[in-house]
Nanobody, 122 residues
Framework: QVQLVESGGGSVQAGGSLRLSCAAS????????MGWFRQAPGKRREFLAN????????YVVSSVRDRFTIFRDNDKAAVYLQMTSLEREDTAVYFC???????????????WGQGTQVTVSS
């Protein structure tokens, strides 16, 4: 059974940093691209970043590229999203997903975590 478990969310003041983690099990982790998405209240799920199975290719959307970094540790079967200079607009539930292709599209992700809440206050 595939499981993706996010952690690291919480409440932080604007300007602060958080590192989200996503621990994977039940799948050949290095064979999957991983992605991070978020969903704010009343909004659609939004793609943020992805990383190839071997970690050599990454992509972060331009709106957060100067503040968010994605990386992975295949030995630990984990992917991370380092977030800095957080803004109130970053408040959302953050999800990780696993995909057989390096994709930005939500529909290409086969497995999802349950999400972790990030709340940024000013």
């Amino acid at each position: 059974q595939v499981q993706l478990v996010e952690s690291g969310g919480g409440s932080v003041q604007a300007g602060g940093s958080l590192r989200l983690s996503c621990a994977a099990s039940g799948l050949p982790f290095g064979s999957y691209a991983m992605g991070w998405f978020r969903q704010a209240p009343g909004k659609r799920r939004e793609f943020l970043a992805n990383i190839s199975g071997n970690g050599r290719s990454t992509y972060v959307v331009s709106s957060v590229r100067d503040r968010f970094t994605i990386f992975r540790d295949n030995d630990k079967a984990a992917v991370y999203l380092q977030m800095t200079s957080l803004e109130r607009e970053d408040t959302a539930v953050y999800f990780c997903g696993a995909s057989r292709s390096l994709s930005t599209g939500e529909g290409f992700y086969d497995h999802w975590g349950q999400g972790t809440q990030v709340t940024v206050s000013s």
